[in-house]
């Protein structure tokens, strides 16, 4: 198998990267609302990494077509999945791959249930961050990708190493996914509340908070089956200090968009519901955030 077109659902700020980087070596499309494509094609992207580089992939509102051998990028915000997928669900072909980039627990079975057994759908991790300076110019702190086991992973994994977007096949898929969530559930909510860069919630003063917060994820984990290292609030502790990014939930607090809490904490709270395990912490931060996109909504 070999992907001759790539398609990126969702031109947010992850979006965006992932799309201008592999249009060096590819042919990108990027798909979102007419404002944000009108902005690609009339100036492009602009990249900062520890250098500044635009890029001039493809954007459309309306997609007419997907091409065989195309590869489709989900990286619209979680709670839009549904909504994205149907606008082009009649388009797929037999060999389209659908891999889902987004934060959160869950992401799949939306996707699996509105596609049925159309077409393969597999998900992946981004460890990093990214934040728009202006429209059109983003920063992007580049790390990793990290990739569910499959059989188009690894050309997958080719394909983005080969465009500077460094990239691995997980042996322990469900317990990085599982980390990556603890960690969301720690410095999304928070970063939002207080309105600050992700290293700033790494105060002293909170250290209490964050560790209620990952024992409960590690109590829920481990109802579901899936054991994570009980040491995991001093790793976090230690890697949130070295980010200097906006979370996506801060940024979507800012703007006034809905955040995806639900796929969060908010699923943390859902899962202790069915094992009966209470998750005090998670669910106060999942209503604070529900709050201020309450707020947001009334002005």
């Not at 007419?34 to 500044?52: H, L, M």
């Not at 569910?148 to 992973?153: D, L, Q, Y």
Request: proline content about 3%.
């Amino acid at each position: 198998m070999n992907f001759n077109n790539i398609i990126v659902v969702g031109a947010g700020v992850i979006g965006s990267c992932y799309g201008a980087l592999l249009s060096q070596k590819n042919d990108v499309t990027l798909v979102d609302n007419k404002e944000v494509t009108d902005t690609i094609n009339a100036k492009g992207i602009t990249i900062i990494t520890d250098v500044e580089k635009k890029f001039f992939p493809r954007a459309q509102f309306n997609l007419a077509k997907i091409l065989p051998n195309t590869l489709i990028l989900l990286t619209t915000k979680a709670h839009q999945s549904e909504g994205a997928i149907k606008q082009i669900i009649n388009l797929f072909q037999e060999d389209t791959v659908i891999l889902i980039l987004q934060n959160g627990l869950g992401n799949e079975e939306v996707v699996r249930r509105t596609v049925g057994d159309r077409v393969k759908v597999i998900r992946g991790i981004v460890n990093g961050g990214a934040w728009q300076v202006e429209p059109g110019k983003i920063n992007f702190i580049l790390r990793e990708t990290v990739l569910e086991p499959t059989v188009p992973a690894g050309i997958i994994m080719d394909l983005f190493n080969d465009c500077g977007l460094p990239t691995r096949v997980s042996k322990d898929f469900i317990s990085e996914l599982w980390q990556k969530l603890v960690l969301n559930c720690v410095l999304n909510p928070l970063t939002a509340i207080f309105r600050v860069r992700n290293y700033q919630i790494g105060s002293p003063a909170l250290k209490n908070l964050r560790h209620k917060i990952v024992e409960e994820c590690i109590s829920i984990s481990e109802a579901e089956g899936v054991n994570l290292s009980h040491n995991l609030a001093d790793k976090i502790d230690q890697a949130i200090l070295s980010y200097t990014n906006f979370s996506s939930m801060y940024q979507d607090v800012v703007k006034g968009r809905k955040t995806e809490i639900d796929f969060l904490n908010g699923k943390i709270v859902d899962l202790a519901k069915k094992h009966n395990i209470p998750t005090s912490y998670n669910e106060v931060l999942t209503d604070l955030i529900k709050f201020l996109e309450y707020a947001n909504e009334i002005g």
